[in-house]
């Protein structure tokens, strides 16, 4: 089993930045895919960037392209979302994901690994 671990999260003001960390931690398997996905009071969860396995290929949703960058250290096992130039429609729940594999999936369903969730609010 994994287990997946966000950090990074608050309340900040238009315009600031957060970084979120992800540490996957149990019985890994040897090629993680991960994703970041938020989900906002009355929608869906929806995906915000992806990385693949080796991370030179990322995803971003067209509203964050510019402001926010995905990252991870394979050595530690961990991914980061650098979030600049927040909005207050960036508001949500973010939530890590993992999936077996090298190639990301913009599809949530596809994810086999979910952290808890943080919180991300952002005040205008």
């Known amino acids: 089993q994994v287990q997946l671990v966000e950090s990074g999260g608050g309340l900040v003001q238009a315009g600031g930045s957060l970084r979120l960390s992800c540490a996957a931690s149990?019985?890994?398997?040897?090629?993680?895919?991960m994703g970041w996905f938020r989900q906002a009071p009355g929608k869906e969860r929806d995906v915000v960037a992806a990385?693949?396995?080796?991370?030179?290929?990322?995803y971003y949703v067209d509203s964050v392209k510019g402001r926010f960058t995905i990252s991870r250290d394979n050595a530690k096992n961990t991914v980061y979302l650098q979030m600049d130039s927040l909005k207050p429609e960036d508001t949500a729940v973010y939530y890590c994901?993992?999936?077996?594999?090298?190639?990301?999936?913009?599809?949530?369903?596809?994810?086999?690994?979910w952290g808890q969730g943080t919180q991300v609010t952002v005040s205008s």
């Open positions: 994901a993992a999936a077996s594999g090298m190639y990301y999936s913009t599809d949530p369903g596809q994810y086999d690994y």
């Open positions: 149990g019985r890994t398997p040897s090629r993680l895919a």
């Open positions: 990385i693949n396995w080796i991370g030179g290929r990322t």
